[in-house]
C-alpha cells in the first residue's frame, strides 16, 4: 500500500514538472496575435525547446512563412544576414541589427540598441538604446528601454527589462569558462535538476513580470506569468506564476 502511496505521488510529481515546463504556464497564448510567434508556442512542448524553434523558423527549417518584410529600415542603421523587418515594424538609425533576425508587425528597434543572432522581437517590443537581445524569443510588448541584457531565454508579453537587468547563460560551477560552452545546464524544480539540453539557457519570464533594475537572472530561471520579484542583486530557481519572488 506504501509503495503504490509513493509510486502516485512520484506520477503526480512527474505532471507537475511537466506542467511548469510548457510554454501555456507562461504565456496566453490565445493573447498573443502574431501568428508567427503563435506557432512556435502552441508546437513546443517544453520552453527549453523554443531557443532552437526559434533558429530553425528562422533558417526555413519549419517550413513557417515569415511575414512580408514591409516594415521600415532607416538610413543609419546597420543592418548585416537575414533580417526581416514586417509592416510597421522599425530598425532606427543608430541600430544594430544582425540575422536571422525576425522583427514583427509594431517592434522598435531604437538608436544605440543591439539585436544578433537567431532573436525574434515580437508585436509591439520596444529595444532601446543599449539594450542588447540574443539568441532569445520576445513574445509579445516587452520594454527594453534601458541598457540591459537578454541572452539565451524567452520574455513573455509586457515583461519589462528595468536598466542593467540581465540575463546569464552560462554555468561556472567549475573550472575556467570555455567557448564554446560544454556544461548543460539545468533547471531546479522541487529539488531536482531538470536537463535543459543545451549549454547555454538564460531565463524564462512569463506575462507581465517586471525585472527589476540591476537584477541578475541566473542560467534556467523560470519566473511564471504575474510573478512580483523584488529588487536583488541576483535570481535564481523557479518562481510558481502570480507569487512574490523575494
Same mark, same amino acid.
Given at each position: @500500500?506504501?509503495?503504490?502511496?509513493?509510486?502516485?505521488?512520484?506520477?503526480?510529481?512527474?505532471?507537475?514538472?511537466?506542467?511548469?515546463?510548457?510554454?501555456?504556464?507562461?504565456?496566453?497564448?490565445?493573447?498573443?496575435?502574431?501568428?508567427?510567434?503563435? !506557432?512556435?508556442?502552441?508546437?513546443?512542448?517544453?520552453? #527549453?525547446?523554443?531557443?532552437?524553434?526559434?533558429?530553425?523558423?528562422?533558417? +526555413?527549417?519549419? +517550413?513557417?512563412?515569415?511575414?512580408?518584410?514591409?516594415?521600415?529600415?532607416? =538610413?543609419?542603421?546597420?543592418?548585416?544576414? %537575414?533580417?526581416?523587418?514586417?509592416?510597421?515594424?522599425?530598425?532606427?538609425? +543608430?541600430?544594430?541589427?544582425?540575422?536571422?533576425?525576425?522583427?514583427?508587425?509594431?517592434?522598435?528597434?531604437?538608436?544605440?540598441?543591439?539585436?544578433?543572432?537567431?532573436?525574434?522581437?515580437?508585436?509591439?517590443?520596444?529595444?532601446?538604446?543599449?539594450?542588447?537581445?540574443?539568441? =532569445?524569443?520576445?513574445?509579445?510588448?516587452? #520594454?527594453?528601454?534601458?541598457?540591459?541584457?537578454?541572452?539565451?531565454?524567452?520574455?513573455?508579453?509586457?515583461?519589462?527589462?528595468?536598466? #542593467?537587468?540581465?540575463?546569464?547563460?552560462?554555468?561556472?560551477?567549475?573550472?575556467?569558462? =570555455?567557448?564554446?560552452?560544454?556544461?548543460?545546464?539545468?533547471? !531546479?524544480?522541487?529539488?531536482?535538476?531538470?536537463?535543459?539540453?543545451?549549454?547555454?539557457?538564460?531565463?524564462?519570464?512569463?506575462?507581465?513580470?517586471?525585472?527589476?533594475?540591476?537584477?541578475?537572472? @541566473? %542560467?534556467?530561471?523560470?519566473?511564471?506569468?504575474?510573478?512580483?520579484?523584488?529588487?536583488?542583486?541576483?535570481? +535564481?530557481? #523557479?518562481?510558481?506564476?502570480?507569487?512574490?519572488?523575494?
Amino acid at each position: @500500500m506504501g509503495r503504490a502511496r509513493d509510486t502516485a505521488k512520484a506520477r503526480q510529481a512527474d505532471q507537475e514538472v511537466d506542467r511548469r515546463i510548457a510554454p501555456a504556464y507562461y504565456f496566453d497564448i490565445g493573447q498573443v496575435c502574431d501568428p508567427t510567434v503563435r !506557432h512556435l508556442l502552441e508546437h513546443c512542448p517544453s520552453v #527549453f525547446g523554443l531557443k532552437r524553434a526559434v533558429a530553425e523558423l528562422l533558417s +526555413g527549417d519549419l +517550413g513557417v512563412p515569415l511575414p512580408e518584410p514591409t516594415g521600415v529600415i532607416e =538610413s543609419g542603421a546597420i543592418v548585416r544576414g %537575414p533580417v526581416a523587418v514586417a509592416a510597421n515594424a522599425v530598425i532606427c538609425e +543608430g541600430a544594430i541589427v544582425t540575422g536571422p533576425v525576425l522583427v514583427c508587425s509594431g517592434a522598435v528597434i531604437g538608436a544605440g540598441a543591439r539585436v544578433r543572432d537567431n532573436t525574434i522581437v515580437g508585436p509591439g517590443c520596444q529595444i532601446g538604446f543599449g539594450a542588447e537581445v540574443t539568441r =532569445s524569443l520576445l513574445v509579445d510588448g516587452v #520594454f527594453m528601454k534601458h541598457s540591459c541584457f537578454v541572452g539565451d531565454s524567452v520574455l513573455g508579453r509586457d515583461v519589462n527589462m528595468g536598466v #542593467f537587468a540581465a540575463t546569464t547563460s552560462l554555468r561556472v560551477t567549475s573550472g575556467p569558462v =570555455s567557448e564554446p560552452a560544454t556544461q548543460e545546464v539545468c533547471a !531546479h524544480l522541487d529539488g531536482r535538476r531538470i536537463p535543459t539540453g543545451q549549454t547555454k539557457f538564460g531565463a524564462v519570464v512569463g506575462d507581465g513580470v517586471i525585472v527589476p533594475a540591476g537584477t541578475v537572472l @541566473m %542560467p534556467a530561471t523560470l519566473i511564471g506569468a504575474g510573478t512580483v520579484i523584488y529588487p536583488k542583486t541576483q535570481v +535564481g530557481g #523557479f518562481f510558481p506564476a502570480g507569487s512574490q519572488g523575494r
